[in-house]
């Protein structure tokens, strides 16, 4: 798929992940939509660096979780670029144990909705209000990117990062790529990427990661094929 000149939809594009997305397909002259919720410090930065950038990039605020909020955002893209041919599905919330503890603390009573909504049910929001967009395209790709805590739930040495709630969102996004790849074929592509330990989303420059022992730290990279996080930029690559 050529992607020069292509219009995409990047969640999650003010950190991590999302944030080298961006600045690969930025970096093959892809038009951006790169909405952003909270992390303001994080959100000025993507927009001082896209906007500096030559092409047709916007970051408007939008919180994913709200019907009416991403239908405004799909209509914005339709007004400026007439149509969407790429969506990058990466929006996420997930408590780590390590870090914030059970649920049953009375500060984590609301965290598992939160982890569904963010991580599956905002997903599904946009996917279902880009839809028509991605297919006035002749050829459209969809990327899901969703973790491995869908297999490993809380158990293990992955029980010190992945929540409950989070795994099961997790395991939801299989299901939503299989039935969206089958839904919007043949033109639109839909897959699933998911990522194991990644620099600055479940691995090193996080909070959790930091809090891990050394022995906690080894025995997460011992059960990883490479013995190793992986990083941000390895993501972009793959999608």
Same mark, same amino acid.
């Given at each position: 798929?050529?992607?020069?000149?292509?219009?995409?939809?990047?969640?999650?594009?003010?950190?991590?992940?999302?944030?080298?997305?961006?600045?690969?397909?930025?970096?093959?002259?892809?038009?951006?939509?790169?909405?952003?919720?909270?992390?303001?410090?994080?959100?000025?930065?993507?927009?001082?660096?896209?906007?500096?950038?030559?092409?047709?990039?916007?970051?408007?605020?939008?919180?994913?979780?709200?019907?009416?909020?991403?239908?405004?955002?799909?209509?914005?893209?339709?007004?400026?670029?007439?149509?969407?041919?790429?969506?990058?599905?990466?929006?996420?919330?997930?408590?780590?144990?390590?870090?914030?503890?059970?649920?049953?603390?009375?500060?984590?009573?609301?965290?598992?909705?939160?982890?569904?909504?963010? *991580?599956?049910?905002?997903?599904? @929001?946009?996917?279902? $209000?880009?839809?028509? #967009? /991605?297919?006035?395209? !002749?050829? &459209?790709?969809?990327?899901?990117?969703?973790?491995?805590?869908?297999?490993?739930?809380?158990?293990?040495?992955?029980?010190?990062?992945?929540?409950?709630?989070?795994?099961?969102?997790?395991?939801?996004?299989?299901?939503?790529?299989?039935?969206?790849?089958?839904?919007?074929?043949?033109?639109?592509?839909?897959?699933?990427?998911?990522?194991?330990?990644?620099?600055?989303?479940?691995?090193?420059? *996080?909070?959790?990661?930091?809090? @891990?022992?050394?022995? $906690?730290?080894?025995? #997460? /990279?011992?059960?990883? !094929?490479? &013995?190793?996080?992986?990083?941000?930029?390895?993501?972009?690559?793959?999608?």
């Amino acid at each position: 798929m050529e992607i020069a000149g292509k219009r995409a939809l990047v969640l999650g594009a003010s950190r991590g992940v999302g944030l080298a997305i961006a600045r690969m397909l930025a970096g093959q002259r892809v038009r951006l939509a790169l909405p952003w919720f909270d992390w303001p410090e994080a959100a000025e930065a993507m927009t001082k660096e896209f906007g500096e950038q030559e092409g047709d990039h916007f970051t408007p605020q939008c919180d994913l979780r709200q019907p009416g909020q991403v239908a405004a955002l799909v209509a914005s893209i339709e007004e400026r670029f007439g149509g969407l041919d790429i969506l990058i599905n990466n929006i996420e919330r997930g408590g780590m144990p390590v870090l914030h503890g059970s649920y049953r603390h009375p500060v984590n009573c609301e965290q598992w909705q939160l982890e569904m909504e963010t *991580t599956l049910h905002a997903k599904w @929001l946009v996917f279902d $209000q880009a839809l028509p #967009l /991605l297919r006035q395209s !002749p050829q &459209a790709a969809v990327v899901n990117i969703s973790s491995i805590a869908a297999i490993t739930g809380r158990s293990g040495p992955a029980g010190l990062l992945f929540n409950d709630g989070y795994s099961a969102a997790n395991r939801g996004i299989a299901t939503l790529t299989e039935t969206w790849a089958r839904l919007a074929a043949p033109n639109i592509r839909v897959n699933e990427l998911m990522l194991g330990l990644i620099d600055q989303r479940h691995g090193p420059g *996080t909070r959790g990661w930091g809090l @891990l022992s050394a022995g $906690q730290q080894q025995a #997460l /990279l011992a059960h990883t !094929p490479l &013995a190793r996080t992986g990083s941000p930029e390895e993501v972009a690559r793959a999608v």
